[in-house]
């Protein structure tokens, strides 16, 4: 393992009478523990596996150290001069931090309860042990395990890692058929090998965060997770606070602190992900997860203390550097209803990236972050990783809230490679984006229409007319959808009635009818146009006017 230090251009490093703090992980998920350990006056130490996080230039001193490798950072650790407290928040190594905290003293949890809220396995054996609502489960370490056991559980069942985070190697099982591959690529995805089998459970998911100071919890934050596109748990966002009931948020505090203490985290931080059901007459809430340390997802370094005022990340800090909040300290100075919310895109290769510029976003977005960048292979995601960017917005409801926010994303113009097969596939295929589109096409009874049972071919008039139609600048001819049809969205995009009156106020497409289409030059286009819309609204318009810009129609178009 490589181990470089490095000190940072912007700073000096000097000695500060707060000491030094060693901060794991210098990517974008710990920069608010970064800015609030600069705040507190502490010398900033950050490690990371990544020379070139964002992090590196915002410490003090930067150490390009592996975060798996405990024995590394432990002997890096010893050499920084008074070292006062370790910190992550948002990574999957609070047994690192663990780690360093118990070789040298400070304040935090000890590995064994650092494990028991790292592996999932071990996590659940405890808080069912101890009465805490989890999931039934089974713990395998391969598929060879499976044949020689009745593992009690019933169909649809989810398959984890036992060890990753951000819904990576995830994925629900419908029959046993399914359940094989699934058990082989999440242990791919398990550094320890090991994997879980558990039930679905039914029922809202929320995040919750929580501070402990000697044993105290208090929780300071609940929000809804917004998951989409089964069989994978992908969250494509969060709201916060989140619209429960009194009787609600009890049951989910309840839960939450009874697994804290069951899992013996007397100090520090925690993160739940907790399930709720309200099916019976009273709410049951479940427990999907609880971890040693802040959220990552926005939540505890952004949504939060926008939603409150209240400075978490400082405030975690505080106690790992042994302090002891008080109550006050947790009381929020606002209230307003932040939502956090990410763009996906097609497949295909990343092009470009043409971002607004910060006044030209809607009142209320305070952050936009861009997740990938030109030259980048992507694809719709099937963890919470694999995200084009991310919005974050307050509004006076959590409706406004989110408005703000997906108008500010689909104000990124998202450019892919013409001629991509996969892009092609996904937006003009019969088949089409399948669970990843964004829109379906409805009837005034509600019931779904297939573009392919419209009266409307795949191109009205010749492809080439089409192409030089649109390099001369002129929009493009499309014939519209009857006027008893309607687009609902399937997952949190902008309302589909807004999407097209941006483009044709941006004069990029215009509507025609079918009868001008067979005698006007360039004719009009019919499922060309509809298909792409439907798959990716905005981004699958800019994909089809820059295939005939570079003079080309799709395949299946042409055909």
Not at 185 to 197: F, N, P, Q, T, Y
Not at 409 to 428: R, S, Y
Not at 476 to 492: I, N, Q, T
Request: charge should be negative.
């Amino acid at each position: 393992m490589k181990h470089e230090q490095q000190e940072t251009a912007s700073s000096s490093g000097t000695d500060s009478p707060k000491g030094a703090l060693f901060i794991l992980g210098g990517g974008t998920m710990q920069l608010p523990a970064i800015a609030a350990a600069r705040r507190l006056g502490c010398t900033v130490h950050v490690a990371d596996g990544n020379a070139s996080c964002p992090g590196a230039s915002r410490a003090d001193r930067f150490h390009h150290i592996d975060l798996r490798d405990q024995e590394g950072l432990v002997a890096r650790a010893r050499t920084i001069p008074d070292l006062r407290a370790v910190f992550t928040a948002g990574t999957d190594f609070s047994t690192s931090v663990a780690a360093v905290a118990e070789a040298l003293g400070l304040p935090g949890i000890s590995r064994e309860v650092s494990e028991q809220a790292t592996d999932k396995a071990r996590m659940r054996r405890v808080l069912a042990d101890a009465g805490v609502p989890v999931p039934r489960f089974i713990a395998l370490r391969g598929v060879d395990e499976l044949p020689s056991r009745d593992i009690g559980l019933e169909f649809p069942l989810v398959v984890k890692p036992v060890d990753n985070m951000g819904a990576r190697g995830v994925i629900q099982v419908g029959d046993p058929s399914e359940r094989d591959r699934a058990v082989s690529r999440a242990l791919s995805l398990s550094r320890r090998g090991r994997v879980i089998l558990e039930e679905f459970i039914q029922g809202q998911e929320y995040s919750l965060d929580a501070i402990v100071v000697d044993g105290v919890v208090h929780i300071t934050g609940i929000a809804e997770r917004h998951i989409f596109f089964p069989p994978f748990f992908v969250e494509l966002g969060h709201t916060i606070p989140a619209g429960i009931t009194p009787r609600e948020e009890q049951a989910l505090g309840e839960t939450f602190r009874r697994a804290i203490a069951a899992l013996g985290i007397t100090r520090g931080a925690a993160k739940g992900d907790i399930f709720l059901d309200t099916r019976g007459d009273e709410p049951r809430a479940v427990v999907g997860e609880v971890a040693a340390r802040l959220s990552g997802g926005y939540m505890s370094g952004w949504t939060y203390p926008l939603a409150t005022g209240v400075p978490l990340p400082e405030i975690g800090l505080r106690v790992a550097l042994g302090e002891s909040p008080r109550g006050e300290d947790f009381a929020p100075s606002r209230s307003q209803v932040v939502a956090e919310r990410a763009l996906i895109s097609c497949p295909g290769k990343l092009v470009s990236l043409v971002v607004p510029a910060a006044e030209e976003r809607p009142l209320g977005v305070e952050e936009l972050f861009l997740c990938a960048a030109p030259g980048d292979r992507v694809s719709p995601p099937s963890n919470n990783v694999e995200k084009i960017a991310n919005a974050i917005a307050w509004g006076r409801d959590a409706r406004e809230a989110e408005e703000r926010a997906l108008k500010a994303l689909d104000q990124i113009d998202l450019h892919l490679a013409p001629g991509d097969g996969e892009t092609e596939a996904f937006l003009f295929a019969p088949a089409g984006a399948g669970a990843f589109r964004r829109y379906r096409l409805e009837n005034c009874r509600g019931e779904e229409i297939s573009l392919q049972d419209l009266s409307l071919s795949w191109c009205y008039g010749d492809g080439d007319a089409l192409c030089r139609t649109v390099q001369r600048g002129d929009p493009l001819p499309v014939v519209p959808l009857p006027e008893d049809l309607r687009w609902e969205r399937c997952y949190p995009v902008r309302e589909a009635r807004e999407v097209l009156a941006d483009c044709l106020d941006r004069g990029r497409v215009r509507f025609t009818t079918p009868r001008d289409a067979a005698t006007g030059e360039g004719g009009a286009a019919g499922r060309l146009f509809w298909s792409s819309f439907s798959a990716a609204g905005r981004q699958g318009v800019i994909y089809l006017l820059d295939t005939l810009l570079a003079g080309r129609v799709p395949q299946e178009v042409s055909s």
